[in-house]
């Protein structure tokens, strides 16, 4: 089974900074890979995912992250944190042919943003 | 063209009680999953259906907890006799296909937060 680890519950930076928020994943299969965000009372927003494609996606909002499989690593980070990017990101992993099963989410980073 | 829409936006239950959460998916999604998350948690996978089909429920309670897709209306994910324990944010998700979490991540409605007292 497939399992995913965020490092820090809170992440806190200032404006301008950057943004670097950790994820690892465990797999038996090279898995897909996925970065949603929750806004407050909101639904979870896909940023970004890795198909085994480039190993470098670029998402919404001038997010990216890096597959690295030799880590296990799935890093979100954007060079420039703005005000609004104040939210719960969260990474998750499927195997490929294995929707019925549904995305595997790790708990969360709270992003904070200080002025 | 409308997403993943959930509702109510908010349910307060007291103890015992059943509580009904609606999903309606994307037009021309036939597949539905439902997570919930709790306090300080990620999501977590409860059930996967298709139009009149439970495809896989691993992550549903044994007891109280139900789901459904009927032919016609929204998907319905149902607890009876509800505690406290099952205060919570439940959220539906849609896709156009039966694997397109990993292809599409698939699309997630806004939730539905249940509160019990």
């Known amino acids: 089974a497939q399992s995913v680890t965020q490092l820090g519950s809170h992440v806190s930076v200032s404006e301008g900074a950057l943004v670097l928020l950790r994820c690892n994943y465990s797999?038996?299969?090279?898995?897909?890979l996925f970065w949603y965000v929750q806004y407050p009372n909101q639904g979870l927003q896909l940023l970004l995912k890795y198909t085994s494609a480039a190993t470098l996606v670029k998402g919404i909002n001038g997010f990216e992250a890096e597959f690295k499989k030799s880590e296990t690593s799935f890093h979100l980070t954007k060079p420039s944190a703005h005000m609004s990017d104040a939210a719960e990101y969260f990474c998750a992993v499927s195997v490929p042919g294995g929707g019925a099963d549904g995305l595997t989410f790790g708990k969360g980073t709270h992003l904070i943003i200080q002025p | 063209n409308a997403g993943v829409m959930q509702n109510p936006r908010h349910l307060v239950r007291r103890r015992g009680q059943e509580a009904r959460l609606r999903c309606s998916p994307m037009k021309g999604h036939s597949h539905v999953y439902w997570y919930r998350q709790l306090p300080e948690e990620g999501l977590k996978f409860m059930v996967y259906?298709?139009?009149?089909?439970?495809?896989?429920e691993s992550g549903m309670p044994k007891e109280r907890f139900s789901a459904e897709f009927p032919k016609e209306g929204p998907s319905i994910l149902r607890i009876q006799q509800v505690v406290r324990g099952d205060s919570a944010a439940y959220f539906c998700a849609s896709s156009p296909q039966p694997t397109s979490s990993a292809n599409y991540g698939y699309t997630f409605g806004s939730g539905t937060r249940l509160t019990v007292v």
């Open positions: 797999s038996s299969v090279p898995p897909y």
């Open positions: 259906l298709q139009k009149e089909n439970i495809i896989d």
